[in-house]
């Protein structure tokens, strides 16, 4: 994950968003749902780019990017057919640490991202353990034989209640594996993102 200077509490007040998928933070938000620091209660106005950069910063931490990094998958989008915008969530859904974690492997976006790192997951019977790993319609996502009594694992799984919320992916819970079955359309990804204001703070 990208290094923070801030408390994460901070951070997620600080965007209105639960941007790490921690039960927490949802109750933070509850309690205080308003920008930390002594104004944090009073209605300022935000000009456009603080706007946009708000946007960037939030899908940039709910994906767990350094900034380098972040701008590189947004040139890569800019360079594919269609909408920019749609491009760089498509592939930021369709990276590995991230599979893995809506496949309920994993309890949150970077401990799924440690565990890809520790080599925890095999892509198609091949052992992967790079996190931004992309992953293509067909696909399969198992856990390691070796890895299947893993507590963070097993307790992730049983946190998932009937069948997976994910409509373009599927999983077997028994056999600790799941599919990507197509790349994802823009209804079917979290609809508080605003992905447009991302492309016009990079188009200033």
Do not use: C
Not at 52 to 74: A, D, S, V, W
Not at 90 to 102: A, C, F, G, H, T
Not at 106 to 111: L, V
Not at 119 to 140: C, E, Q, T
Request: proline share 3%; aromatic share 10%; no cysteine.
């Amino acid at each position: 994950m990208a290094k923070l200077n801030i408390p994460k509490g901070k951070l997620v007040r600080k965007l209105g968003v639960n941007i790490f998928g921690n039960p927490k933070f949802d109750r933070l938000l509850s309690k205080k749902g308003y920008r930390p620091g002594q104004h944090g209660q009073t209605g300022k106005r935000f000009s456009t780019y603080s706007t946009q950069l708000k946007e960037k910063q939030k899908i940039k931490f709910t994906y767990g990017m350094l900034e380098k990094q972040f701008r590189t998958y947004f040139k890569k989008a800019s360079q594919m057919k269609g909408e920019t915008g749609l491009n760089l969530l498509v592939l930021l859904e369709s990276r590995l640490d991230n599979i893995v974690y809506k496949l309920g492997f994993a309890p949150t976006r970077s401990s799924a991202r440690q565990l890809v790192s520790h080599a925890h997951f095999m892509v198609n019977g091949v052992k992967v353990n790079i996190a931004s790993y992309r992953l293509k319609p067909g696909d399969v996502v198992q856990v390691r034989e070796k890895s299947k009594k893993l507590d963070i694992i097993l307790n992730a799984i049983k946190m998932v209640k009937g069948d997976l919320n994910v409509s373009w992916l599927s999983v077997d819970k028994a056999k600790m594996e799941g599919t990507f079955v197509n790349y994802p359309e823009r209804d079917e990804i979290d609809l508080t993102m605003n992905e447009q204001l991302v492309v016009e703070y990079y188009s200033r």
